[in-house]
């Protein structure tokens, strides 16, 4: 489906977005395994893991994952949730210093925001910074 629609030119790419549970694992880990090429990049859901995920436990949680969705074609993107519920490591608690790290590294290949319009109200202020980041500015992260 994704090669035809691509084919088509209703779609210029495509992800994946699994979390770390092992049922959605394996199902997510047999379409990669399969048909990964046909995917540019995995929206791994980080802000499924607990709210106090330290930036230690965060590192290691990218490393896991870009090893899971190693090889096919897609990239693993770091991603945080806007919604209140969210967990993970947040915007404020570290986030931004992942990022960093994982750019010094090399390994960045991209964010991914969960929920944005729940933002709207502090006018995107994390999708901005976010921006910023990604577009070469490096301001203190916290």
Not at 48 to 57: G, I, K, L, P
Not at 65 to 77: E, I
Not at 83 to 97: C, I, S, Y
Request: with cysteine; proline share 4%; glycine share 14%.
């Amino acid at each position: 489906l994704v090669r035809a629609l691509r084919a088509l030119g209703v779609i210029s790419f495509a992800s994946i977005a699994p979390f770390a549970n092992p049922e959605v694992q394996a199902h997510y880990g047999e379409l990669w395994r399969r048909y990964g090429r046909e995917f540019e990049y995995v929206n791994f859901q980080f802000y499924a893991y607990d709210a106090n995920t330290t930036v230690t436990q965060f590192l290691g949680y990218y490393d896991e994952q870009s090893c899971r969705y190693a090889g096919g074609g897609g990239k693993v993107l770091l991603g945080f949730g806007t919604d209140p519920a969210a967990g993970g490591l947040m915007p404020g608690k570290g986030f931004f210093r992942a990022c960093h790290e994982l750019r010094r590294q090399g390994r960045l290949h991209g964010v991914f925001v969960w929920a944005a319009d729940n933002s709207a109200a502090d006018g995107f202020r994390y999708e901005r910074v976010t921006q910023r980041f990604l577009a070469g500015d490096a301001p203190g992260f916290t």
